[in-house]
């Protein structure tokens, strides 16, 4: 790999020759947001509280049984922009647009492993701003977990926000399994 990313184009990525392609998603974690959940009769709340852990954890595509690839069915238009070099794939995004709430979903967002850092990330994030202004929507949205902070943190610095909580996508025990789906939103100007 070329040690200059900045000469690498962000292209469209075909769909014939991309559908399914697996993303490893692996990181490990030494922090988390803690959620706390407070539901009475007068009102709600929900506490995010960042801790870190006693041990690392490590999350692995393996152990969700790979769910994450581009072009999947369920997100039917989605469109995929990546950086290919030597017909090898170093970052991706795929954009879906949700029509009946005027928002571009970022689906996935993977940059390799070995050339993380580089700043693919943040370029692939400014190209999913402008095609959301581009095309007019009210926001970008996206899923990550309470449980991938340096994920939360990236989108902070590109912008994004809490968006919404739930407290019961994965399981029927999120908050106490450490892993509570966190909704981002970018609302673009």
């Given at each position: 790999?070329?040690?200059s990313?900045e000469?690498?184009e962000i292209?469209l990525?075909e769909r014939?020759k991309?559908?399914?392609?697996?993303?490893?998603?692996?990181?490990v974690?030494c922090?988390r947001?803690?959620?706390?959940?407070?539901?009475?009769?007068?009102g709600?709340?929900i506490?995010?509280t960042?801790?870190?852990?006693s041990?690392p954890?490590s999350?692995t595509?393996?152990q969700?049984?790979?769910p994450?690839k581009?072009?999947?069915?369920h997100f039917?238009?989605?469109?995929?922009?990546g950086?290919?070099?030597?017909?090898?794939?170093?970052?991706?995004i795929?954009?879906y647009a949700?029509e009946?709430?005027?928002r571009?979903?970022?689906?996935?967002?993977w940059v390799?492993?070995?050339?993380?850092?580089?700043g693919?990330?943040?370029r692939?994030m400014?190209?999913a701003?402008?095609e959301?202004r581009?095309?007019?929507?009210?926001?970008i949205?996206l899923?990550t977990q309470?449980?991938?902070?340096?994920a939360?943190?990236f989108?902070r610095r590109?912008g994004?926000?809490l968006?919404?909580v739930?407290?019961?996508?994965?399981s029927?025990?999120?908050?106490?399994r450490?892993?509570v789906?966190?909704?981002?939103?970018?609302?673009?100007t």
């Open positions: 790999m070329d040690n990313v000469n690498m292209r990525l014939e991309w559908r399914g392609f697996v993303l490893d998603m692996d990181y974690a922090e947001y803690e959620t706390r959940v407070s539901d009475g009769k007068d709600s709340s506490t995010l960042r801790r870190k852990l041990a954890e999350h595509s393996k969700y049984d790979y994450d581009l072009y999947q069915d039917p238009g989605a469109r995929a922009y950086f290919v070099e030597n017909g090898r794939l170093a970052g991706v795929e954009l949700e009946w709430a005027n571009l979903r970022v689906t996935e967002l390799r492993a070995d050339v993380r850092r580089r693919l990330g943040g692939l400014d190209f701003k402008a959301a581009r095309q007019g929507r009210r926001m949205i899923e309470t449980c991938n902070v340096n939360i943190d989108y590109n994004f926000v968006a919404g739930l407290l019961a996508d994965y029927n025990n999120d908050p106490g450490g892993e789906r966190l909704e981002m939103g970018y609302y673009p």
